[in-house]
């Protein structure tokens, strides 16, 4: 139990960390941060997404593990909310990036990296729906909530 909770705060460190690198990074080598289609706009891309994405995402998911002996829709809450979090983030992260891209004429969409980004987050959307609608709200068979269980667990890393 020890060890488990070293790796914790172990990896809570890292990503404090890393949020605060990439946030430094953009906010004082690149120019800041601002909501005006400059590359300030564009430096929340990189932060949005590593908070949604890396850090509040692997919280979900740790969300399970740390607070187990907690109740069960207490832990679904915060869970599914973490999630929801990180959804925010990435969509507000691809508002940014986009808003620039259009500002600067430049072109959306020209890049493996975009293409694979926004699958990513259209598929995290589509999972997070599916999740939501099968574990937080009551009336769905449990047989159906079984047979999804193990996708969702498996699509989560």
Known sequence: MIFFQLLVLTSQLVGIVGVSLIGVW???????????????????????MTIGLIFLYGEAILSYRVFRNS???????????????????AVVGLKAVFDNHNHENLSNMYSLHSWVGLSTVILFGLQLLIGCLSFLFPGLPQSVKASYLPTDRKSVV
């Open 26 to 48: 953009m906010g004082r080598y690149l120019g800041g941060f601002a909501w005006d289609g400059s590359s300030q706009q564009f430096n929340l891309h990189p932060l949005l």
């Open 71 to 89: 109740k069960k829709i207490y832990i679904k809450c915060l869970h599914g909310f973490l999630h929801l979090l990180a959804f925010v983030c």
